[in-house]
């Protein structure tokens, strides 16, 4: 099934550390602003909510059914078998539609460059390569950020959430939304809460152009042998309007021999 | 005496219009270098929160658009065989022509790697719309220079390619919309990715439907505009039955549109978006009034159709309405969930209108050297003819000119 983060709010304190390591690792200025952006593949936010701090990540949640793949025009996006949404550089064209689609609004461009490049968390694919585990994973002190398989992920998240019910909102997200993430959440409150999409998002988004794109080859086919057709039966009236309507028999008989 | 004739001929004179076609050039390309060298950051106002504006909305979007109007009146020539409409195909197959390459140029300015434009040729997803765009631009261009060619083809001469191109042309048409039904409603299925983003009034499972309606009714807007403006600047005379005609065409697209959306609205019951006091509700009723309801009833009368001012009034009507739609797609309808407040800057603008005046210099050019517009001799054919059904005898098939 793949690799796949759990990431606890409740664990989480705010150290920034999984931050730091990213810039580190991706080679990214120190300084970049604190939102993403084509220098920062993730970020922790905080907000408060009923007296208690929350802090929790954004980053690329690695769809299952990725959007960023369905509508890109060249492929430059790949959902690896090991879980990572990879990116291939050297096929983009820089048209940003991915960044337009992406439902979690992640992909990045650099906007300054004259020769310019889509950026987003890679879930440190080459490391994974390597057979290490993520650079912000083996940075995160408490454990907020868990990285594993996704299948047992899961299990710890609903072991943690069935032991301590007072203590957590009894729901994993990532599960299904946008027909399922390779990062998972589970949190103190609902998600929503912290400004992530929950209403009518259950399923991939890539469903919604492939009900129109699958019926492609049918408009094609369809209207190729419907106008020809009409353009055959129109010809063929207008030739035979061109034999003048009231010759009787005799003189179209006539007509004939003439020719 | 040689000289003298030199100099004539190339004697220069700075009129109104060309000072601006000038002043627009300049600008232009002095945004050219910034978005080239300084990236489209620095040229632009887009941002990671609003990473498509003008460029798409207008050029792309409105210029493929407004440029329908080459396969509807292709299909009526030479599909549906009523050749009265020969005289104005010309001139709209020209227009589609050019308005297809000022959006590959406004595609070039969009792209961040332009150099990269032709990889879809190659690297294949057949999941992405944008990848149907892209195909559908390069074939459907391939086909509009195919069908273009004749008019250079006579000017030049070469009978025997000519011939070749004349023979073909039927199903050059036949793949020309094709091409065009994909891709007017490949670009309203763009928006089918962002539900959540684009605002309800705008956002709907039928767009893809409701991109080639209007469409079609704004090609044939855009075709008796253009008459009317060729007419008035080389002083040819205007087919006024046939622009008449081809307004009793555009009720009944409008309509269709109209009912389309009507059913849409129903079936996402979104009726209460129509009344909440915000921008978008403001657009939207500016967008429908202006492009679609008013014209609908204007040109239901057939005293504005026949009257060359009011016709005029018209068509531009369901033409500015339709360009206001593509925007408050791209646009309007994009800013609330992308909290930017977006507005294209004078350098995007600046391009926008650069384009635009090649456009208008390229088809002033094309008419001037080209045979555009044929004699009016050629136009003596019957306007209509009653259908009458009869029996046909088969000795009246069997003569050796009536074969198929």
Known sequence: MGYGFLFDTTLCIGCESCMEACQETNQLPDKASHELSALRYTVVKNKTIADEDIYYRKMCMHCEDPTCQSVCPVGAFEKTPEGPVIYHENRCMGCRYCIMACPFDVPKFEWHKALPLVRKCNMCYPRLKEGKITACAEACPTGATLFGQRDELIQIAQERIRKNKDKYHPYIYGLSEAGGTSVLIISSVSLSELDFKMNNFQEPLSK??????????????FGGVFLFGLSWIINRRIKLQEISVDTDNDGAHEKEKKE | MSTFHLTSRFHFRLTFWKGVFFILLALGLYSTFVRFFYGLGSATNLSDNFPWGLWIGFDVLCGVGLAAGGFTLAAIVYIFNIHKFKPIVRPAILTAFLGYLMVIIAIFFDLGRPYRIWHPIIMWNPHSVMFEVGWCVMLYTTVLALEFSPVVLEKLRWNKFLNIIRSFIIPLVILGVILSTLHQSSLGSLYLIVPEKLYPLWYSPLLPVLFFISAVAVGFAMVIFESFLSARAFNKRLEKSL????????????????????????????????????????????????????????????????????LFISVLMVILGFIMNRLNVAITGMESYARANYFPSWMEISVTLM?????????????????????????????????KIRKVEKYQLQKPHITN
């Not at chain 2, 080209?370 to 009016?376: M, R, V």
Request: aromatic share 14%; charged share 20%.
């Open chain 1, 208 to 221: 919604f152009t492939w009900q129109v794109m699958k019926e492609i080859p049918n408009v094609v086919t």
């Open chain 2, 243 to 310: 622009v008449a005609e081809l307004a009793r065409v555009i009720v009944f697209v409008l309509s269709l549109y109209a009912i389309l959306k009507l059913q849409d609205f129903a079936r996402r019951d979104t009726w209460a978006y129509l009344f909440i006091p915000r921008t978008e509700t403001y657009f939207f009723w500016t967008e429908i009034l202006l492009g679609v309801v008013i014209p609908i009833f204007l040109l239901a009368i057939p005293k504005i159709r026949s009257n060359e001012r009011t």
């Open chain 2, 355 to 387: 384009i635009v005046a090649l456009g208008f210099a390229a088809f002033r050019l094309a008419v001037k050297y080209l045979p555009i517009f044929e004699k009016s001799t050629e136009v003596a054919i019957p306007s209509s003819r009653p259908i």
